[in-house]
């Protein structure tokens, strides 16, 4: 077993003073419309939709349910969410805030305290699964799986039975008749409006094509192999651009169609997010540098971490695809623990931080993940991520503005879903946004206190305390015996009895998020974690 199938299978078990401008600056964002992710990315959340703490098996409602390690998603027309739940050995869904089984038989557990899979078709409660993976609803509401370990593909059919598509149960290549076909752990499929399914045929380093009941091969197989230890060779994946004959990939393990039905695919092994184009018949690089060099023991291209031009850009071991609404990309970059998001030829972040795990919910750019494999989008701007590393079902969704919060030519100050009331408005100067500062201090967890004499404000909070000077750039941090002086970009004044300050000042110096909404003219503020 090759070094990226072993962190899969690991993974399937196991403070600078910046200003606010009234307009689009450093931090802005308007509201757009909720397919329009480029506009909305700065507001974007992470939730969790399903799943408790930890790895386990529970139906019911979302937030007592139990998965172990999803592996992929899919979405059937009626808004059903499909669960490929690899270590349950099961397919799960999710509607009406319950999770229930749809398929999979209960072989109890191995000496290794893993779920034991099998290969059987039948009906629900009855057919058995072995490392379930990628999964795509077809035009009659069917579900198709990649039962890796099985190397076969599967189908849960609209009545609850199950029944194999391709594949002898046996490992193995060769084309032909689909029942006896062979493949080599696939982990994704993707199917057409017409029926035709491709798969990711991972350790085959292959597309394969599934059409008439006839299995094809798509691109060029790999002929390179490395010596990874002395005395050691494998064979190994390669890379290659150009006519689909003569493409080759390492790994490819994601799959997704765009609206022309050309096909993008993960190319795991090589880093690099690939491009089936089936109207020129040509494979090209669309995300990370097609100039791909092998050391000469490596089995894979280094991974990394870049956003920016998608020819520069990185990825570390990217699965799961989807097209969204608006023609980009999301990709599943498991192993940096992050959403990527590509369009007009240049990679952002969605969710996540990168080369961070965890499970934490809040503004999407500061959430963790952890290996996620999957991410497919939802109704109203929404998506949902298999977050295999945490065993739960993460959601991504644009912040929604609160009841009450209108364009009526007043600025406001939004703290999550409240909207904080002052008698004194908040004033806008030179571009930066001061707010009075009992208003914001006290929201945030501040004492503050008056000197009348000297013209000071100090605000203390767990043993820090900040002391500011009507006119003065200056703000005197105290900590305990320690101090330093610091410079706001903007002095605070005195207006109608009030003393006011640079909204970001506290409020990046505790931890928040700060963002301008243009189109109600508010400050929002929401806690990073």
Known sequence: MNKWIKQTAAALTASGLLIITAGFGLSAAT?????????????????????????????????????RYPASLAVRDDGELIVSDSGNQRIRTIKDGAVTTAAGADLGMDAYGSRIGSMLDGSGERAAFNGLAG???DARGRIIAADSKNHAIRMLEPDGSVVTVAGTGVLGFRDGAASQARFFNPLDIAVTKDGVIYVADTLNHVIRKIEDGRVTTLTSVSKRVVEYFPGAVSSAGDYADGPIGQAKFNEPSGLALDAKGNLYVSDTGNHRIRYIDFGSGTVTTVAGNPELIYSADG?????GFMDGPAGTASFHAPLGLTVTPDGGLLVADSLNHAIRYMKNGIVKTLAGTPGEAGAIDGPAAYGLLHNPADVISLDDGKFAIADTGNS???????????????????????????ILSSDAEPQIIRGVTFVPVRVIGERLGYTVRYDKKNQQVSLEKSGLTYTMMNGSNSVMLVNGEDSRTMQLPEAPFIHKGRTYLPIRFLAEKIGLDVQWLADV?????????
């Open 521 to 529: 003219k508010a400050v929002l503020l929401r806690s990073r974690r």
């Open 392 to 418: 739960q079902i993460r959601l991504i969704e644009p912040y929604i503005y609160p009841a009450g919060l209108k364009a009526d030519g007043k600025i406001r100050i939004v703290f999550g879903q409240d």
């Open 31 to 67: 509201a757009k419309a909720p397919d329009d992710i480029a506009a909305n990315l700065p507001l974007y959340e992470l939730g969790t939709l399903a799943g408790g703490s930890g790895p386990g098996l529970a139906d019911g409602g979302n937030a007592a349910a139990l998965f």
């Open 299 to 303: 089995m894979y291209a280094e991974g």
């Open 135 to 137: 999964l795509a609803a």
